[in-house]
């Protein structure tokens, strides 16, 4: 794929719930683009509907055609149908906020999400961006999802996101290699105050992790029997997910869980 086609593409992942619509200079600053080049690359995906303009505002934001063709993923590979009952249970029996997240493109993004019923609970926006380095989730996918894969995030420019992300690159790889040796991650408050995370992979049928399904819990609510309850509970819809989406875990993954939840 052209650098261009990869640019202009790659201007879509700053659209947000909370940021639904975004100006020709903001999308150029953020996404490190002359100007005139993202002008240019606005109007080629304005043609095919994968953004339009507002005519007032001037503002840009998510066509129609974005839409329509995740109406066409959903119907032949079936995902949101899938997942949020799963979350939904998941929630239920953790009391907290659970959510699942895929592989897309060079980002882990959150797909679905179920809010914890609590007056204070994590929230999470659809769609939204998980650090690979700084998350749960990003931390199960990074120990199952190849050897590419880790070595690229490792090669990266890591940000801390608070006070306790680890961003030095041999720290982070033994975090990585310790959640290889437990069948599941934990992150507290790496990636946000207050925000303890406890994530296990969802593999494809290749046997590498294509995404996760986690739990966000706030850290000062994270006993010791919540967090037994929320890792053998995550560990069961991970594996229902998998299950679900045609995905095939490895043996030895198989093998590791199995003793843990023997043990637990």
């Not at 503002?59 to 959903?74: I, K, S």
Request: glycine share 8%; net charge neutral.
């Amino acid at each position: 794929m052209s650098s261009t086609v990869v640019k202009a593409l790659m201007l879509l992942e700053h659209f947000s719930e909370d940021e639904p619509e975004l100006g020709l200079s903001e999308l150029a600053r953020r996404s490190g683009v002359d100007k005139a080049a993202v002008h240019r690359m606005l109007g080629a995906m304005a043609e095919s509907g994968l953004v339009e303009q507002q005519a007032d505002s001037r503002l840009y934001r998510l066509g129609a055609g974005v839409l329509r063709l995740a109406r066409v993923r959903e119907t032949a590979f079936p995902i949101s149908s899938i997942v949020q009952p799963i979350l939904d249970t998941l929630s239920a029996e953790t009391g907290e906020t659970a959510h699942a997240s895929l592989i897309s493109g060079r980002a882990l993004a959150n797909i679905a999400t179920c809010e914890s019923k609590k007056g204070s609970r994590v929230s999470l926006i659809a769609g939204e961006v998980l650090p690979y380095h700084s998350t749960a989730s990003g931390l199960a996918v990074l120990a199952f999802g190849g050897d590419a894969l880790l070595k690229r995030v490792l090669s990266s420019s890591l940000r801390a996101k608070t006070r306790f992300t680890v961003t030095e690159t041999s720290q982070l790889r033994a975090r990585v290699e310790a959640v290889q040796q437990l069948g599941f991650s934990e992150s507290d408050q790496t990636n946000e105050e207050d925000v303890h995370g406890i994530a296990a992979p969802v593999f494809d049928r290749t046997g590498i992790a294509c995404g996760a399904v986690s739990v966000s819990t706030p850290s000062h609510r994270m006993t010791d029997e919540q967090r037994q309850l929320t890792m053998g509970a995550v560990l069961r819809a991970a594996y229902t997910i998998t299950d679900g989406l045609g995905g095939q875990r490895p043996r030895k993954y198989s093998d590791l869980v199995t003793a843990l939840m023997g043990d637990a």
